[in-house]
């Protein structure tokens, strides 16, 4: 089974900065994209950003230039540095993985909340 564990998540003022951490752990044989995505209340999920193993990144416009995603492979480990953000990056923000055989999996949710 495979486990992940956000942490980081909290009450930013706008302008802030906020780090978000997710640790994959379990049957994992290689890890070929690790993402962050978010829900805010009445929306849909969408992408915030994606690291493949190799580097490449994506970013959702909104996030362009104020949101970092990096990853650790040695520690199985991916991170979402925020950097002025804004009361509309407030959601609930989910790790995901996907591992080879295209198998997908969730993190629980960490909440980040970004007061004007």
């Known amino acids: 089974q495979v486990q992940l564990v956000e942490s980081g998540g909290g009450l930013v003022q706008a302008g802030g900065s906020r780090r978000l951490s997710c640790a994959a752990s379990?049957?994992?044989?290689?890890?070929?994209?690790m993402g962050w995505y978010r829900q805010a209340p009445g929306k849909q999920r969408e992408l915030v950003a994606a690291i493949a193993s190799g580097g490449f990144t994506n970013y959702a416009d909104s996030v362009k230039g104020r949101f970092t995603i990096s990853r650790d492979n040695a520690k199985n480990t991916v991170y979402l540095q925020m950097d002025s953000l804004k009361p509309e990056d407030t959601a609930v923000y989910y790790c995901?993985?996907?591992?080879?055989?295209?198998?997908?999996?969730w993190g629980q949710g960490t909440q980040v909340t970004v007061s004007s």
């Open positions: 995901n993985i996907v591992v080879a055989g295209s198998n997908r999996f």
């Open positions: 379990g049957s994992i044989s290689s890890i070929i994209v």
